[in-house]
């Protein structure tokens, strides 16, 4: 078993301190923020996990035989995740209406009210503006989180396919799509009228069932089982579709998605999945 210790910064007192914990029988480095600890016993879980807490570290225990090539789908929540923003809040800002729809969003995320009903709820308050304000948002607003295109380049050396799947808007989700050469995409869709947002959305919403069903219709048309499959969110949406796959990863997520994800990653970026993925996972 490998203990992966990862972090903006990891001293190497810390990381001696970790091994003597662990018992570890090796420290190889993987990147410059990234180490590996050899451990013959990961009984101590609990002590690692706190250790790393305590130290602004992230940690996930991988087992010894893991290769990246033993997965074929990455599938990925948009929204803190992917990028850094939740489009529809900085749409909503576009209409003076930030902190209403912002508020809705967070209770969402925490899985305190229902993700379709609350989606239902903020775009009706966005009925009325100009769709030119959906392009303003991708031109102006979004940016994709650290770490993202070093990961995606990792994933697609390895020859595993990529998914994002969101509960937020297909107008981002295709152009991200397109820039980044993403294999699937699904999300929602909002109508629009003479030019204007109606305050609707087309079609099924894609919530936290529609996010799951979307990964097992593309790991089907792949032809993989679970155990191939890696899912990476960060909001309680995002909990059906990870507990669909072989490895979940919270990214900078909320505690209801931390305390069931296999992974969190809450210091480093979205590459300190690469590390995650076994042997010939090295972050560039």
Known sequence: MNLIVQGRDVPTPSLKQLA??????????VSLTAFRLVVTDDSPRVEAASFCEENSLDCGWVPAGRHIGDFGLLVMDM????????????????????????????AAMHGEIDFAESLRRRVSLLAGLDQSALQRVYDERLQLSPGAETLLAAIRAAGIRTLLVSGGFTFFTERLQSRLGLDYTAANTLEVADGKLTGRVLGDIVDAQGKADWLNR??????????????MGDGANDLKMMAEAGISIAYRAKPVVRAQAAYALNQVGLDGLIPLLGENGRKG
Do not use: N, Y
């Open 20 to 29: 003597k914990l662990t018992g570890a029988t090796a420290i190889e480095a």
């Open 218 to 231: 593309v790991r089907i048309e792949l032809g993989l089982d679970r155990g191939q499959v890696i899912a």
């Open 79 to 106: 929204d803190s995740t992917l990028i850094t923003i939740e489009c529809i809040d900085e749409i909503a800002d576009m209409q003076g209406l930030k902190p209403q729809v912002s508020a809705i969003t967070e």
